[in-house]
């Protein structure tokens, strides 16, 4: 029989399709039904924006919140130079001190958004306790709780070491910083449950199993699944590249238009892990066919878009998604390309527009693009890859299409 919480928080993660794994589900419930729990999660400062991949966990640490808890989120000021080796086929580059602080002043920008820090949430970096470590004394007190036997077992190395790819020592490092992480956060702010994706299982448990052993506090790991799209494509990922959070890395407006692309068969289990519609009127949405299920799809998209961005961003987005689809129109906030007139010169080919315009990732997929009809200029279809655009074309910004749903704006500044 299922087990069903009596937890707000933990109806919210199983009711909404949050709830892939814990590690132990009734013990937590009894406790979250006490407010002002601590939980957190970490995210390594990689990049200057996490991507669309890590909002499923974002949305964990709002509801964790608006269920009246204290959520933690952890910087990996410290981890980050290391490099989580977690179900990859090779080492993640390493970055300079300075690098990861400007990756982590981006990523700061996002959270804001989805979580209060006003109204007891927590914003920490865990090099605070991990750049001082005296190695000596992490292997005497704390490396001596770690067996190698458990560790190589652990899914996410195994899977590296099968495929006979190198795993350096200082990426096997890695689960244990994150395992002395929960125990310091335990240990510092009385934190009882770290989240994550469910490819953290094995670190998750290993930072239970140290918390307990050196400090003896029982805690406790939660995980949400892994996502796909319905038609395999994981999550976080478009046809022109990542889809990130930060503004400045992607528009609003091409970040509603990623939602508004969601296939009919994600729509109403997007809608209930990423909006905070209610449930039935998610299983509404997503039940509907034909033409409805496309208002759905713009549904889901300013909801989400709404959350990140605001809501004058995301009507802004929808008003310039209807301009360009029913009206045939350019409309005011699509993605702009920009080019100098030494760029353009005596001309510049077709195919190099739309490669630079991030509707095509290369000159082969443009021509390819092309050739089977699918590109348009000004919504007029373009059959030569040889064509030539110059400067007085560009005087006034042209409209290229890729399909039906992505478009982009061209012109000389």
Known sequence: MT????????HVMQSRGFL???????????????????AYIGFDATAKSLHV???????????????????????GGGTTKVGDPSFRADERPLLDAAAIDANIAGIKQV????????????????????????????????????SINRMLSFES???????????????FNYMILQAYDFMELNRRYGCILQMGGSDQWGNIVNGIDLTRRVIQSEVFGLTSPLLETSDGKKMGKSQS??????????????????????????????????TELPLDECDRLGALEGSE???????????????????????????????????GGVGDDLPTLTLSASDVGDGISIVQL???????????????????????????????????????????PIKLSAGKKRHALVQIG
């Open 111 to 146: 959270f804001s958004a989805y979580i209060d820090y006003d109204a007891g949430a927590q914003m920490l970096n865990n090099a605070e306790w991990l750049d001082d470590l005296n190695y000596l004394d992490f292997l005497r007190d704390i490396g001596r709780h770690f």
């Open 293 to 327: 299920i496309n208002e759905a799809k713009a549904r889901l998209a300013t909801e989400i878009t709404t959350l990140l961005h605001g809501a004058d961003a995301a009507a802004a987005a929808a008003d310039t998604a209807r301009e360009v689809f029913e009206k």
């Open 354 to 396: 739309i490669v630079k315009s991030g509707l095509a990732g290369s000159g082969k997929e443009a021509k390819r693009l092309i050739a089977e009809g699918g590109a348009k200029m000004n919504d007029a279809p373009l059959t030569e890859a040889g064509t030539m655009i110059d400067a007085l074309t560009l005087s006034e």
């Open 241 to 274: 590249g990542a889809v990130w959070l930060n503004a400045e890395m992607l528009s609003a407006y091409e970040f509603w238009q990623f939602w508004r692309n969601t296939t009919d068969a994600d729509v109403g289990r997007f809608l209930k892990l990423y």
């Open 20 to 38: 892939a794994d814990c590690t132990d589900l009734q013990s937590l419930d009894e406790l979250l039904l006490t407010p002002g729990q601590s």
């Open 3 to 10: 087990y069903t919480p009596r937890s707000d928080f933990l």
């Open 157 to 171: 190395v195994k899977s590296r070491l099968d495929r006979e790819q190198s795993l350096s020592f200082l990426e």
């Open 53 to 75: 991949g890590s909002l499923i966990q974002i949305m964990m640490l709002r509801w964790f919140q608006k269920t009246g808890h204290k959520p933690i989120t952890l910087m």
